[in-house]
């Protein structure tokens, strides 16, 4: 806004006494003209300020509703990751299993031929012996799946982390 500047106002006087009309209604008329001109200035600012205001209410709802859109995403990928996480350590504890269990195979089947290191077998145990291998192919098969999907799960658990880690610093940079 405009400062009123101080200025000395001087009227002549009239024969009579009293000031001349004419200089009080010119001086009138200049102060009514620097008062309207004041007022419209003030109004324009006002309505820019106003605008302005507006348009700031409107990103910041904007940016609101984003947030909470990140925040619920970042929740539902918490979520994922817990689910994730469960999951890896019942495939973890399943394949342990299943390598201890072929470890065991393993070593029966090592004992086994120990006991007929000549090659002699009897029949039942060539069946036995059979029924082992086809047991242990299965398990290497099921142990190789294991490993994959822990393979997975480990690249989707990294992956996860990296989309949490870049939310938290997308939330971070818009408070």
Same mark, same amino acid.
């Given at each position: ?14 024969? %009579?006494?009293? %000031? ?16 309207? /001109? ?47 996480? /469960? ?7 399943? +394949? +342990? ?18 006991? %007929?290191? *000549? ?13 082992? @291998?086809?047991?242990? *192919?299965? @398990?290497? #098969? ?9 393979? +997975?799960?480990?690249? %989707?658990?990294?992956? #996860? ?15």
């Amino acid at each position: 806004m405009s400062e009123k500047i101080n200025r000395n106002i001087y009227f002549r006087k009239n024969l %009579f006494g009293g %000031f001349n009309k004419n200089d009080v209604i010119a001086f009138l008329a200049e102060q009514s003209r620097d008062q309207i /001109s004041e007022k419209d200035t003030s109004k324009r600012e006002l309505a820019a300020l106003k605008a302005e205001g507006q348009a700031s209410a409107g990103e910041a709802d904007k940016l609101r509703g984003e947030l909470a859109s990140m925040a619920e995403t970042l929740s539902a990928k918490y979520g994922e990751e817990k689910l994730l996480k /469960s999951n890896l350590e019942a495939e973890t504890a399943r +394949r +342990r299993q299943a390598e201890e269990k072929l470890s065991r195979l393993q070593d029966e089947l090592k004992n086994a031929a120990d006991e %007929f290191g *000549d090659g002699a077998r009897p029949p039942s145990s060539n069946a036995q012996v059979e029924e082992l @291998l086809s047991k242990i *192919d299965t @398990l290497s #098969v099921r142990n190789a799946e294991l490993s994959a999907a822990v393979a +997975r799960l480990t690249r %989707f658990k990294e992956s #996860v982390a990296g989309l949490i880690g870049g939310a938290d610093i997308t939330a971070e940079e818009q408070l």
